[in-house]
């Protein structure tokens, strides 16, 4: 074997063949990164689905979009195995602020730190010497245009394939399926690569050992300003764009330089955003469709041909296309008919905004941001515990499509995965797969809603507020006004802020019995509170039927959550008052609630033994109730007492509920009095 130093090709397909060094295509570089990390099966709105790992890693990682990303693992994968789709690009589609382009990014960053690692670093070539031919000017060293991979250039050696095959194995003694692998994935040179290759092989009289002299071998640069390995071509206006931007154009210093003008290098292509992703990257088209036709057209020739044209000739190209849109866009570029030709070589993917309330909270928190934030006097500004509770219901309420099968707190508390009632998670399937069924796509379940950037306005606007800067706090009732005013600024059609407003109003609704319980646990002096009374309800339900039930009616049983034996007193009474809260009056409704309690007792702890039924708000709202009945003769004197403080009792409870909100509830003084404030008035009583 001739010359194997580091930098040669010798020595980059000795690695390959050592496999310390990888020769793959983009779809099969990124189908390797996805489906080398863990994956696991999740149930996401009555459906078995798969969730990536690749996707939920670092500090600020995708958060749901199940069926977007399983949609672009199929997409990849096929690619990768050589079906159909490696001849499309992959289009999401749908309304901004829903994730698309942070999906992508996230992606691009993930390939990237991928690629950084020693076996998976992609290598280019380049020609050494070029002024010693004569016709290249002051050129001396001439990199692959489209950073081929040496093993690209490995194959095309020789003019017949023929010669490059028996080369590589008689050389590199590689097996005949190794050889058969490398040529599945073959493509020619590109067009300035093979016309210097030629000039080399004039030059040095065919003898393939000189020839290699000419050739180092480099690894393509990872830096992401420099658009290699992952690129992003964003939509310009129509004056400004033209297809340079994207496959580069003649260049007027090269000319200087090079005497033959049949020399294709005489282009170039590296101007372009294709070319620096053509060895095995990605390239990110920001809103497509918004481009002019003419660049439409050239995506369409690189989708389907995957080459850079110019002039006649050709550089082909190994590049993953990805593409968003939103939905006014697409839906303007489909009624212009004869533009079908480049959404059929698109593989389009709908994407929903997140309906999971349970997912939106960490969505909310990267709206609310994770750094501490101050206020315009630089003081600490605190956030309300309830906070990102109220805006994550309410954003998600704004984007679930009203049904008559389900109201919208049952549809929110299905699509988390929790109970409602006497209504199944069947039910809400059912729901979505007859909404997906609706030709308009903005019909569709999750399609239409509050975006991401509408929750950041909401909470600028909050934080913008005198009221939050004086109290020092973003109290989270306040972000209820906000999010009617961005409806109101932000939402151009008449039905859209009906519907949005009326949501708001729920919302209020359900953060009403979330300051009910809090109120509790603040009252009772103790955090869990009211999870140990909803706890006792249930296991008094579990234990009023056991055998071993004594005259005393003390039960014993083990406690799934810490393994420890307890026993417990049933208490008919405190039973019979929840279910009377619930509207149980006769023995056959309670009897039939009970059974449901134990049946979703049975299946969930099994599961998780952790689960508290808290996200059963009728049963949390009922025990609360009761509680507060039983220990301060009502809610309504518990408002009594806390509103009217001229006696010294009256103010104790008050110092003291305000105290254990302080100490143990993360409240601060600001919150923990407006949020007394409001448990005192009527408003928002559901």
Not at 435 to 451: A, E, S, T, Y
Not at 642 to 652: M, P, S
Not at 653 to 677: F, G, H, P, V
Request: proline share 3%; hydrophobic share 35%; glycine share 6%.
């Amino acid at each position: 074997m001739a010359n194997s130093q580091p930098g040669t090709l010798q020595h980059h397909i000795s690695a390959v063949k050592a496999g310390e060094r990888s020769f793959e295509n983009a779809f099969q570089a990124v189908a390797r990164m996805v489906l080398g990390n863990d994956i696991q099966k999740v149930v996401v709105n009555g459906k078995t689905t798969y969730d990536f790992g690749i996707f939920r890693k670092g500090k600020k990682h995708v958060i749901g979009m199940y069926d977007e990303i399983n949609s672009f693992v199929s997409y990849v994968k096929d690619a990768a195995e050589g079906g159909s789709s490696k001849e499309m690009a992959f289009v999401l589609v749908g309304e901004p602020g829903n994730g698309k382009t942070f999906l992508v990014d996230f992606l691009c960053a993930q390939y990237r730190n991928f690629l950084s690692r020693p076996r998976n670093r992609k290598y280019t070539f380049r020609f050494t010497n070029m002024d010693k031919l004569g016709s290249y000017g002051r050129i001396v060293n001439i990199e692959s245009q489209a950073y081929e991979d040496p093993m690209i250039l490995a194959m095309n050696l020789f003019d017949s394939e023929e010669e490059s095959m028996t080369y590589l194995s008689s050389e590199f003694d590689f097996a005949d399926d190794d050889i058969e692998r490398f040529y599945n994935d073959y493509r020619p040179l590109g067009a300035c690569s093979g016309y210097m290759w030629n000039d080399i092989r004039n030059y040095t009289g065919g003898d393939i050992d000189d020839m290699l002299n000419f050739v180092d071998i480099v690894p393509v640069p990872l830096t992401e300003s420099l658009g290699t390995i992952t690129g992003k071509y964003s939509a310009k206006d129509k004056i400004t764009s033209s297809a340079v931007d994207l496959l580069g154009e003649e260049s007027i210093q090269r000319l200087l330089h090079i005497t033959d003008i049949n020399n294709p290098y005489r282009f170039d292509l590296r101007r372009g955003a294709l070319a620096r992703v053509a060895g095995g990257g990605i390239h990110f088209s920001d809103e497509i469709y918004k481009n002019k036709k003419d660049l439409v057209q050239v995506y369409l020739g690189v989708i389907q041909n995957r080459n850079i044209e110019m002039d006649g000739f050709k550089w082909p190209i190994d590049t993953l296309i990805i593409a968003t849109s939103n939905n006014q866009e697409f839906n303007r570029f489909l009624a212009e008919k004869e533009e079908a030709p480049i959404v059929d070589r698109c593989r389009i993917c709908y994407v929903s905004h997140n309906t999971n309330y349970k997912l939106q909270k960490f969505l909310t928190e990267y709206a609310v941001g994770t750094e501490s934030r101050t206020t315009f006097n630089r003081e600490d500004l605190h956030q309300d515990p309830n906070l990102n509770h109220a805006a994550s219901v309410a954003v998600v309420l704004s984007r679930l499509p009203r049904s008559e099968k389900l109201t919208p707190v049952e549809t929110m508390k299905l699509a988390a995965g929790e109970v409602a009632g006497e209504k199944s998670i069947k039910t809400l399937a059912e729901v979505i797969d007859t909404l997906n069924h609706d030709p308009d796509i903005i019909k569709r379940f999750g399609q239409k809603g509050m975006g991401q950037r509408n929750l950041g306005r909401a909470v600028q606007l909050m934080v913008e507020s005198s009221e939050t800067n004086e109290g020092r706090c973003m109290f989270a009732y306040d972000v209820f006004k906000a999010m009617e005013r961005i409806i109101l600024d932000y939402v151009p059609d008449a039905n859209d802020r009906a519907k949005y407003l009326e949501d708001m109003k729920i919302a209020k609704g359900i953060y009403r019995e979330r300051i009910m319980t809090e109120m509790f646990n603040a009252y009772m002096d103790e955090p869990l509170a009211i999870r140990k009374d909803v706890m006792n309800y249930v296991n008094m339900i579990i234990g009023i039927d056991a055998e071993n039930l004594g005259p005393d009616r003390m039960w014993k049983y083990k406690d799934p959550q810490t393994g420890e034996l307890k026993a417990m007193k049933i208490d008919e009474r405190y039973i019979k008052s929840v279910e009377e809260r619930l509207g149980l009056k006769t023995e056959e409704q309670r009897e039939t609630f009970r059974t449901s309690i134990r049946k979703i007792y049975g299946q969930k702890i099994s599961v998780d033994p952790d689960y508290d039924f808290m996200d059963n708000l009728e049963l949390v709202k009922a025990v609360t109730d009761v509680r507060l009945k039983s220990d301060i003769a009502g809610a309504g004197s518990l408002i009594g007492a806390l509103a009217n403080r001229t006696n010294e009792e009256n103010q104790k409870l008050y110092d003291r509920m305000i105290n254990t909100m302080l100490n143990k509830l993360n409240y601060c003084r600001t919150c923990a009095q407006k949020t007394i404030e409001y448990f005192c008035t009527q408003e928002d009583e559901m």
